[in-house]
């Protein structure tokens, strides 16, 4: 068990920039999910995968944002035109038990200059 | 809709003292009730958590109580230690589909010895 691997940990890009965050969850496990920290704030849920299946998806996740997980394995989470509003900490976590017992990766931290 | 209400941070003891820290939420029905910790540099980890009403949940020495009729689920550790020193969140869930984790804002605690 290696855990919840997030690359690249700190991503500093110019307005109107795309970015990729790329999610590595632990292995037998078949839910992932992405949350969005901001800072003196709780995680809050952008978007959640079932094996290869998007099932749900935050009003937060504007339709700048999209997710993928080919194969049911990693996932990524790309920003198009990247606003200053995007910066925060993006964290992807997966899960194989109830839907609150999620293991949580480092998380990957955007600045939008 | 559901929400969940901590304490405002920091709070700041010493070792060896006694650690109350508040979540109260708001929620349509009966979710099941967490807390989580951040310590520096890590990720989120899942101290406790307790299903239903009057449950109690129990971890490293941190105990919580579900409380129905108050609606909240204080943290709560009889004697801390320095390595406690962390960012704590409580947060609620539901188990059914179309349901997130829902946190809370956060509360640091800082230990001195």
């Known amino acids: 068990d290696t855990g919840v691997s997030q690359n690249p940990r700190h991503k500093i890009t110019k307005r109107g920039q795309n970015v990729t965050f790329r999610c590595d969850p632990i292995?037998?496990?078949?839910?992932l999910y992405w949350y969005r920290q901001t800072l003196g704030q709780g995680p809050e849920f952008l978007t959640y995968?079932?094996?290869?299946?998007?099932?749900?998806k935050s009003r937060l996740l504007s339709d700048r944002f999209s997710a993928e997980r080919p194969k049911g394995s990693f996932s990524t989470l790309e920003i198009q035109r990247t606003e200053q509003g995007d910066s925060a900490m993006y964290l992807c976590?997966?899960?194989?038990?109830?839907?609150?017992?999620?293991?949580f990766g480092e998380g990957s931290r955007l600045t939008v200059l | 809709g559901n929400s969940v209400t901590q304490m405002e941070g920091p709070v700041t003891l010493s070792e060896e003292a006694f650690l109350t820290i508040n979540c109260t939420y708001t929620?349509?029905?009966?979710?099941?009730l967490f807390w989580y910790v951040q310590y520096p540099g890590e990720g989120l980890q899942l101290l406790l958590k307790?299903?239903?009403?009057?449950d109690k949940g129990s971890n490293k020495g941190f105990e919580a109580t579900y409380r129905k009729e108050t609606t909240s689920f204080h943290l709560e550790k009889g004697s801390v230690q320095v390595s406690d020193s962390a960012v704590y969140f409580c947060a609620l869930t539901f188990n059914q589909a179309g349901t997130a984790l829902i946190f809370g804002k956060g509360t640091t605690l800082s230990v001195s010895s």
């Open positions: 929620a349509t029905g009966y979710p099941s």
């Open positions: 292995s037998e496990h078949n839910r």
């Open positions: 995968f079932q094996n290869e299946a998007q099932l749900e």
């Open positions: 307790a299903t239903k009403a009057d």
């Open positions: 976590a997966s899960s194989s038990r109830g839907r609150g017992e999620l293991f």
